[in-house]
């Protein structure tokens, strides 16, 4: 038997587009079964009133840590920049986006 990669992505974080147009941002370790649940009603409170759901873009992370940390960062972002992020990651790895636009969490959380 196979032993996994040490530096395969086992954390996603994704971003949704509610049939309301508003976002959801959350993580997850299995992004197409989340945003299945999240259509069958099954996924956060928030998105059960805003169906259907779709997905914008996900970035893969190493660790849970890392996933909700960015997750944490996206959130405090305002909408606009938000979209300037899942725009480019029309054009590059959406984790390069992130990692590159915010980098000073990344910074801070290396040395927490």
Do not use: I
Not at 96 to 107: H, I, N, Y
């Amino acid at each position: 038997m196979e032993s996994q990669v040490a530096d395969a992505p086992s954390f996603y974080l994704y971003v949704l587009e509610c049939a309301d147009g508003t976002w959801y941002t959350g993580y997850t370790v299995d992004v197409a079964e989340r945003v299945r649940a999240h259509n069958a009603g099954a996924g956060a409170k928030y998105t059960r009133s805003r169906l259907p759901v779709r997905l914008l873009v996900q970035a893969a992370y190493a660790t849970k840590h890392e996933a909700m940390s960015a997750e944490y960062r996206f959130k405090r972002l305002t909408r606009r920049q938000k979209e300037r992020l899942v725009r480019r990651a029309a054009r590059e790895p959406f984790e390069q986006v992130l990692r590159a636009l915010m980098p000073a969490a990344d910074a801070g959380e290396a040395s927490a």
